[in-house]
């Protein structure tokens, strides 16, 4: 009989975000949204007047796809940019829809965040309280 492989706290880590991510995609489809789409309505709502480049470094995908998913939002609806024309400074801004949504994503998340808590509570611990000690070092 062979031996377990050591224990790799990247392999678990890598391990459980993957089944926490497939949850999280699944809560969010019928809202429309992907993780993508989730990360980057949130950026613009957190920091209104955001650039297209600062919002392409902050969600790590090129300025052209943030160009085009910023376009899908303004058709949809989700977000205003004030500045919609070549050469100008963008005033991105969430609206009362885009919002909205997030409003209901926001309800996915907290009912996700039960469930695995429940599931999970040493783990949930452990995260957040080496997540405030993480944001604490950065002040």
Known sequence: MSQPPPFSPTVALLTVSRVWEAAFTDGLKPLGLTTRKYGLLGHIRG????SFSELARRSRITVQSVHTAVAAFVEAGLV??????????STLRVTAEGES??????????GLDAEFAAQHPELTEALRVHMLRVMSATD
Not at 80 to 89: I, K, M, N, S, Y
Not at 101 to 110: G, I, P, Q, T
């Open 101 to 110: 949504l997030l409003a209901r994503a926001a309800e996915v998340v907290a």
């Open 80 to 89: 205003d940019d004030g500045t919609a024309h070549a050469g100008a400074a």
């Open 47 to 50: 920091t209104p007047g955001i």
